[in-house]
């Protein structure tokens, strides 16, 4: 009896040990392994074409989205189902406008499924799938970015090859907003790999890897809207920057001429060059730069705002005759320093700036930004160019004073110099992303704000502030004044070096400030590259851009 007992406990064992393992196995089979035996499956049953991967969307600080995700509708080509080439390509050629020619040659030159680039509407695509061509078939599909999108230098554009974020911010944050769950267009076929009938197509997606993530930025879309409708109401190749002076918050980015993230293709060999973001290259930022020339020289008591010198028109330095821009009318005489930045004049800013030295000159430049890059180390951006101190000789230590010869400087980091002197003095570095979040809305991961240092003191601040009020109020930048409740800034008219058709000299325009003068809200810069004057075509910019954010 004890045997027989011992014996059903050895079978009840055996079969408890067969089913361990075969639950075992199952387990494995149906959830480890579920990826990789779909991804096999899809292979032997199915012909598939890669239909757009998933990426994050890249919102505003509001949550709108920047990119403008759109449907149009793609055609798809099964090579292997198609009967007759010839008859197929011209028919399909009758509704898309393509060539018969094209398509053969399309169709002969892929072995595997694939996507027919052609603009295809919503009724052309119900067309073609009531004709049942074998092969055939008009899929919707999401387009990344519609055709008149904002922000398209600061959001990027991707490589719909391979879903790879390319410039801006789609490339910065590439790993984040990259889906990695694959999705198919496909077709269920038999043992002969043709078409069950009546089954049609699916669109899958493997569950396999990770969701992609939304950047959210502190641009705002609003904002943006009416800095981009205002350039391209005045047609101008430039860029126009906005920071909130307090919080070093960008909230809007644009530049100009722009692209249509769609057809990337068709700008890259423009002589424009549209894909480059002139917000974050370097030019000669002429004398908006005096604003520094002025920090240095109130900070270290080497003036004061009621000073009076003399302007005689010109200067002269080791031999070397620097002109002022309007030398033609003749000196203006006595000023106030605060009257030499009003009407930027470049003799007195050439005459403190040899008094500073090249030294305490280039070590200002330094703490407001200059010579190298922004904290937002955007990509693409540029460092510009700030001459090395012991090595300048007086005419480039005159030239520097008033942003001139080898200097150069990207409309962000003028930006982030007007930004902290509306600051009273406190330099916040830039930031341009907030936050990142999950298909839910989900905070992820939250930034800090820019970093806080003060550059100068509250006292420097507010004399400069004044001066700066003085250039709008009765200086070169009149048509920058916003009324209510006021703006002021600086103008900048650049030498490039290069001449018109007709040898008048080509100058880049500038106008940096700052609105309103209590509490600032925006700290702005309006540049047109070969604009010739910041007074005349970059401050009604900026008056038209104030004037816009205070009534909305």
């Known amino acids: ?74 055609l798809l080509i099964f ?21 018969s020619e094209y398509l053969i040659e399309q169709i002969t030159r892929h072995q595997r ?30 387009s990344r970015y519609a055709y008149r999108s904002i922000a398209t230098h600061v959001t990027g554009y991707i490589n719909d090859a391979d879903n790879e974020g390319i410039s801006g911010i789609e490339s910065i944050y590439d790993d984040v907003l990259r889906g990695d769950q694959p999705e198919y267009a496909a077709v269920v076929v038999d043992a002969r790999r043709k078409i069950i009938p009546g089954i049609g197509y699916k669109r899958l997606r493997l569950p396999a890897g990770a969701r992609p993530s939304n950047v959210v930025l502190t641009i705002d879309r609003g904002i943006q809207s009416i800095v981009e409708s205002i350039m391209d109401r005045h047609a101008i190749k430039g860029a126009v920057v906005i920071l909130q002076p307090a919080t070093g918050e960008v909230l809007a980015m644009a530049s100009r001429p722009n692209f249509d993230a769609n057809h990337i293709e068709d700008y890259l060999a423009q002589r424009a060059t549209p894909l480059l ?97 922004t904290s937002l180390d955007f990509t693409g951006e540029a460092a510009g160019n700030l001459p090395i101190a012991d090595q300048m000789y007086s005419g480039e230590l005159a030239n520097l004073a008033i942003g001139q010869g080898e200097f150069e400087a990207t409309p962000l980091q003028v930006v982030s110099l007007v930004a902290t002197i509306a600051n009273d003095g406190v330099k916040v570095d830039p930031h341009l992303v907030s936050k990142l979040t999950n298909a839910d809305g989900v905070v992820v991961k939250e930034y800090q704000g820019g970093e806080s240092k003060r550059i100068l003191s509250k006292k420097t601040a507010k004399e400069l502030q004044s001066m700066m009020m003085a250039v709008t109020r009765y200086g070169t930048g009149q048509s920058a004044y916003v009324e209510g409740g006021g703006s002021a800034g600086k103008t900048g008219s650049a030498e490039t070096g290069r001449k018109s058709m007709t040898g008048q000299g080509i100058s880049h325009a500038w106008f940096a400030g700052y609105a309103p003068l209590l509490n600032p809200q925006y700290a702005v810069v309006v540049f047109v590259e070969d604009g010739m004057s910041g007074g005349d075509i970059a401050a009604p910019i900026f008056g038209e851009i104030i004037q816009e954010l205070v009534a909305r």
């Open 1 to 74: 009896m004890a045997l027989s007992v011992s014996r059903i406990y050895q079978v009840v064992s055996f079969f408890l040990l067969i089913g361990i393992l075969l639950m075992s196995r199952l387990f494995y089979l149906q959830i480890i392994e579920n990826t990789n035996l779909a991804s096999e499956s899809l292979s032997m049953r199915m012909q598939e074409v890669a239909m757009e991967v998933p990426r994050g969307e890249i919102l505003d600080r509001t949550g709108l989205a920047l990119t403008d995700t759109t449907q149009h509708f793609t």
């Open 79 to 99: 090579t292997e189902q198609l009967e007759n080439i010839e008859r197929e390509s011209t028919q399909l050629a009758e509704l898309t406008g393509l060539s």
């Open 113 to 142: 499924p694939f996507k027919v680039q052609a603009s295809i509407d919503a009724m052309t695509g119900k067309k073609i799938n009531s004709l049942h061509l074998p092969g055939v078939m008009v899929v919707p599909e999401k």
């Open 277 to 373: 973001n002139r917000a974050i290259l370097s030019y000669q930022p002429g004398s908006v730069f005096k604003l520094v020339t002025a920090a240095a020289a109130l900070e270290n008591h080497i003036v004061t705002p009621d000073q009076i010198f003399f302007d005689s028109g010109y200067i002269e330095v080791e031999h070397l005759r620097f002109n002022g821009w309007d030398y033609q009318k003749g000196g203006r005489g006595q000023l106030t320093f605060t009257e030499a930045l009003a009407y930027s004049s470049n003799p007195i800013f050439i005459q403190i700036g040899l008094q500073l030295g090249a030294d305490k000159l280039v070590s200002y430049a330094k703490k407001f930004g200059f010579g190298h890059k």
